[in-house]
């Protein structure tokens, strides 16, 4: 699961996963994601959410984990 898609899910093949890695602050949701926790990318910003998990809850991880976007 190197896209953090299972091989079945639709978009698991999806030409966008790469360009969202590389994107600061992504979060990628999924109801094909089977982990428990967030998975955050290399980048250290984008976070793919497990399946159950809805913009709310990333919202509230992200404050809790400080890794919000702070404007300038």
């Known amino acids: ?29 999924c109801a094909c994601h089977r982990y428990e926790q967030p998975h955050i990318f ?6 793919a959410w497990p399946k159950d998990w809805n913009a709310e809850m990333a919202r509230d991880w992200r404050e809790k984990n400080d890794l919000i976007k702070t404007s300038l």
């Open 1 to 29: 699961m190197t896209n953090h898609h299972d091989p079945d899910c639709p978009h698991f093949s999806d030409p966008d996963v790469e360009a969202i890695q590389q994107t600061d602050f992504a979060d990628i949701f």
């Open 42 to 47: 290399p980048n250290g910003t984008a976070i």
